[in-house]
Nanobody
Framework: EVQLVESGGGLVQTGGSLRLSCAIS????????ISWFRRAPGKERDQISCVSANDGSTFYADSVKGRFTISSDNAKNTVYLQMSSLEPEDTAVYYCAADRQFFYCSGYESYNHWGQGTQVTVSS
């Protein structure tokens, strides 16, 4: 039984920062790939960042590279997404997901376990 709960979303001004949290229960963050996805209004769901369980390597989508940072706290069994220089285009529902079907965490969206999502709104 793997469960994920996102938190930390809210309303932030353009250029501001926000940190999202993904609390995992029923499994260790070391045993699963953990990925952040987002779905903006009227758009498809996109993978924006992930960390691979096998070697800790990370992936960032071009749209967030240099602005977002993924990290893990093993003691708290929690994965974070630190977001900076936020833009209105970052407005979306952000989801945390876990999987270990493939060797690396990026390049696919068929993750087996998903959180409920947390809303991030960036005002212009």
């Amino acid at each position: 039984e793997v469960q994920l709960v996102e938190s930390g979303g809210g309303l932030v001004q353009t250029g501001g920062s926000l940190r999202l949290s993904c609390a995992i229960s029923g499994a260790s963050v070391d045993d699963f790939h953990i990925s952040w996805f987002r779905r903006a209004p009227g758009k498809e769901r996109d993978q924006i960042s992930c960390v691979s369980a096998n070697d800790g390597s990370t992936f960032y989508a071009d749209s967030v590279k240099g602005r977002f940072t993924i990290s893990s706290d093993n003691a708290k069994n929690t994965v974070y997404l630190q977001m900076s220089s936020l833009e209105p285009e970052d407005t979306a529902v952000y989801y945390c997901a876990a999987d270990r079907q493939f060797f690396y965490c990026s390049g696919y969206e068929s993750y087996n376990h998903w959180g409920q999502g947390t809303q991030v709104t960036v005002s212009s």
